[in-house]
């Protein structure tokens, strides 16, 4: 007879991870956890972004949200050059604590897109009456 | 001096990707792209998960959001045992079309966590006044 110490240790951990009070963020094999970003007067999703441990360290920390910029390979506190800094309300983590959502309020004009709009999802995906797939923008 | 002709080139390849009208999904290495699911008539996020090449055609010809589950490897027609079936109302993608959002109505109970609650997203992350972070359930 095999123990059941194994399977049973597999669940506790998954129960610790969904059900404790213990914050125990998981990076990818990038040193990265996603945050989607959200404007928290309006529900709005502003953006999708990647934060490491240290851009997460320093958003608890400050108040002010950081992500690990993926193409610059580098610490990015949003807003520094633009002015729209993120300043957050609530940080939430699902279930097996591999994703968060930033709640914030954002400085400047309020808005969040390297293109000068407010969200990054500015366009929907059509299917064209030939099936052919298409974007329509919902944003200018 | 050399020529010109290549930054040009990614500047045009950037212009098409952000503001063209054709949808051009980037996946990752594993072949996957992060799609945030979003109760359309609460604007609530649910969930965060990842969709293959499949899924997403799927997702898009079906009208019913499909994802690629990491953990069983497996395409998954979320609600397929639960009933939770996610209707699309919306898709939408971002700048870089790296990322996705789908605007959803929940079938049967209305819920998208496999814990039971509506959202994934049901624990703050809170710092105590020793610098010690720990969780808040925020859903029961």
Chains 1, 2 share one sequence.
Not at 36 to 59: F, K, P, Q, Y
Request: aromatic share 6%; with cysteine.
């Amino acid at each position: 007879m095999t123990s059941p110490l194994p399977s049973a240790a597999i669940t506790s951990e998954k129960a610790n991870l969904e059900e404790g009070l213990a914050f125990s963020p998981k990076f990818d094999s990038h040193g990265l956890i996603t945050c989607v970003t959200i404007e928290h007067s309006t529900s709005e999703v502003l953006m999708l972004a990647h934060m490491d441990d240290e851009a997460l360290r320093l958003t608890i920390e400050t108040g002010i949200v950081h992500y690990f910029s993926r193409s610059r390979q580098a610490l990015w506190r949003k807003g520094d050059t633009s002015g729209q800094v993120q300043t957050l309300v609530t940080l939430l983590t699902d279930c097996d604590q591999d994703a968060l959502v930033a709640r914030v309020s954002v400085g400047g004009d309020g808005k969040a897109c390297h293109t000068g709009r407010k969200s990054c999802f500015y366009r929907s995906v059509k299917r064209g009456e030939n099936g052919v797939l298409a974007l329509e923008f919902t944003q200018n």
